[in-house]
C-alpha cells in the first residue's frame, strides 16, 4: 500500500480570498489559476498496519509535530474514506523554496492527497482528488490539474459541490510567469488569518465578493480567445482588489514592501513603452509578472536591475499531478 505522486504549485490569476468554512476549506468565491511547471512536490505515502504511528518525513527530515499533526489529520480523511485505520510513513520532497515567492502548501497537499488516495487503491476521478486536496489547503484543489484552472466555490454545506477542473491544458497558451523576490523573510500575517481578519472586518469585502463573477467571466473569455492583454488587465485588477480588502480591514494587513511598489511602478513603465506585461501578487511582498515568451528576456534583464529585487525565477504552465 504504496504510492508516490508529483504535483506543481499554481499562480491564482483571480484570487481565493475568504473562507465560509474553516474546517472544510470552503471558499467565499470561486477562483482561477495557472499550474507552474518549475516548483513541486513528491510525495511517497505508504500505508502499513504493522507501523506504529504516522511519520513524516520532509526534505530527508523528520517533520515538527506540528507538521505530523497536519499530516496526520489530512490522512485521516483517506483512511475513513478507505475504511482503514493503518498508519503511514510519509516523505516529502519539496522544491518550492520560500525564497522563489511560492507558498508550498498547494503543491504539498496536492501531491499528498493524490499519493494517499492511489496508495489505499480510492480509484478517485479528478473531481473527487481535488475535492480531498482542498481539505488540506484552498489552493491545493487546483493543483490537481494543468493549465488554467477554475475552483468552483459550491454552495453545499458539506463541500461535495467545491471542486477544481481544467478550463485549458498547459500545452494550449504558453508565456511566462516572473516571480519577483524583494523580500524572503517570513510574513508577519499568514493568508489563513489574513483571510479571517479581512471576511470579518473589512467593510470592502462585500465589493470584492460582488465583482468575482464579473472578473470570472472576463477572464474564461480572455483565455477561450488567448487575449493576453484582457487577461492581464482583469488578473491585476483583481490582485489589487484583494490587497484593497485588507487595507479595510481591522486592523489593517498590509503586505507590501517598498519593492513591491517599485516593481509595480517598473511594470507599469514597461507597459507604457509597448511591452504587454502584468503583474499580480499573493499574501505577500514579492511580485509575479507574466508576459509572453518572446519578452520574457527583455522583461527579466530589465527586473533584476531594480536595487530591491533579490532574485527572478521563470515559470511557465505545467502539468497537473501526476505518479512516480
Ligand atoms: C490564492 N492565496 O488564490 C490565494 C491568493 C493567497 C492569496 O490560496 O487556508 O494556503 O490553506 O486554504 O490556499 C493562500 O492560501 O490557504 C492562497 P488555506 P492557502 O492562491
Known amino acids: 500500500m504504496k504510492a508516490t505522486a508529483k504535483a506543481n504549485t499554481n499562480i491564482a490569476l483571480i484570487k481565493y480570498w475568504g473562507?465560509?468554512?474553516?474546517?472544510?476549506?470552503?471558499?467565499?468565491?470561486?477562483?482561477?489559476?495557472?499550474?507552474?511547471?518549475?516548483?513541486?512536490?513528491?510525495?511517497?505515502?505508504?500505508?502499513?498496519?504493522?507501523?506504529?504511528?504516522?511519520?513524516?518525513?520532509?526534505?530527508?527530515?523528520?517533520?515538527?509535530?506540528?507538521?505530523?499533526?497536519?499530516?496526520?489529520?489530512?490522512?485521516?480523511?483517506?483512511?475513513?474514506?478507505?475504511?482503514?485505520?493503518?498508519?503511514?510513513?510519509?516523505?516529502?520532497?519539496?522544491?518550492?523554496?520560500?525564497?522563489?515567492?511560492?507558498?508550498?502548501?498547494?503543491?504539498?497537499?496536492?501531491?499528498?492527497?493524490?499519493a494517499a488516495a492511489k496508495a489505499l487503491q480510492l480509484d478517485l476521478s479528478g473531481r473527487e482528488l481535488s475535492v480531498l486536496a482542498r481539505q488540506g489547503s484552498g489552493s491545493a484543489c487546483r493543483s490537481i490539474y494543468g493549465g488554467f484552472v477554475e475552483w468552483h466555490k459550491g454552495i453545499e454545506a458539506d463541500g461535495s459541490d467545491s471542486f477544481a477542473n481544467q478550463l485549458l491544458d498547459e500545452n494550449a497558451w504558453d508565456f511566462s510567469i516572473l516571480s519577483v523576490l524583494v523580500a524572503s523573510e517570513q510574513k508577519n500575517v499568514s493568508s489563513r488569518d489574513g483571510m479571517r481578519q479581512t471576511v470579518l472586518t473589512s467593510p470592502f469585502y462585500k465589493g470584492?465578493?460582488?465583482?468575482?463573477?464579473?472578473?470570472?467571466s472576463a477572464l474564461r473569455d480572455a483565455i477561450g480567445d488567448r487575449d493576453f492583454d484582457s487577461l492581464g488587465k482583469v488578473m491585476e485588477s483583481n490582485a489589487l482588489k484583494m490587497h484593497g480588502t485588507m487595507l479595510g480591514a481591522e486592523p489593517p494587513i498590509l503586505y507590501w514592501q517598498s519593492g513591491t511598489m517599485d516593481v509595480i511602478h517598473h511594470i507599469q513603465l514597461l507597459r507604457s513603452s509597448g511591452?504587454?506585461?502584468?503583474?499580480?501578487?499573493?499574501?505577500?511582498?514579492?511580485?509575479?509578472?507574466?508576459?509572453?515568451?518572446?519578452?520574457?528576456?527583455?522583461?527579466?534583464?530589465?527586473?533584476?536591475?531594480?536595487?530591491?529585487?533579490?532574485?527572478?525565477?521563470?515559470?511557465?504552465?505545467?502539468?497537473?499531478?501526476?505518479?512516480?
Open 19 to 114: 473562507k465560509r468554512d474553516e474546517k472544510l476549506f470552503l471558499p467565499m468565491n470561486s477562483s482561477l489559476s495557472v499550474t507552474l511547471d518549475r516548483f513541486y512536490t513528491i510525495t511517497t505515502v505508504e500505508f502499513n498496519e504493522s507501523f506504529e504511528k504516522d511519520i513524516f518525513f520532509l526534505d530527508n527530515v523528520i517533520a515538527s509535530d506540528k507538521e505530523v499533526e497536519k499530516v496526520s489529520k489530512f490522512l485521516d480523511k483517506v483512511r475513513i474514506a478507505a475504511g482503514v485505520t493503518y498508519p503511514a510513513l510519509v516523505s516529502s520532497e519539496n522544491k518550492v523554496p520560500t525564497a522563489a515567492g511560492f507558498a508550498s502548501s498547494a503543491s504539498g497537499f496536492a501531491a499528498l492527497a493524490a
Open 208 to 216: 470584492w465578493l460582488d465583482t468575482i463573477e464579473g472578473d470570472l
Open 275 to 324: 511591452i504587454p506585461v502584468y503583474f499580480t501578487i499573493d499574501a505577500g511582498p514579492n511580485v509575479k509578472v507574466l508576459c509572453m515568451p518572446k519578452h520574457e528576456q527583455i522583461v527579466y534583464e530589465s527586473l533584476i536591475k531594480l536595487p530591491k529585487v533579490k532574485k527572478v525565477f521563470t515559470c511557465h504552465p505545467g502539468e497537473g499531478v501526476t505518479y512516480l
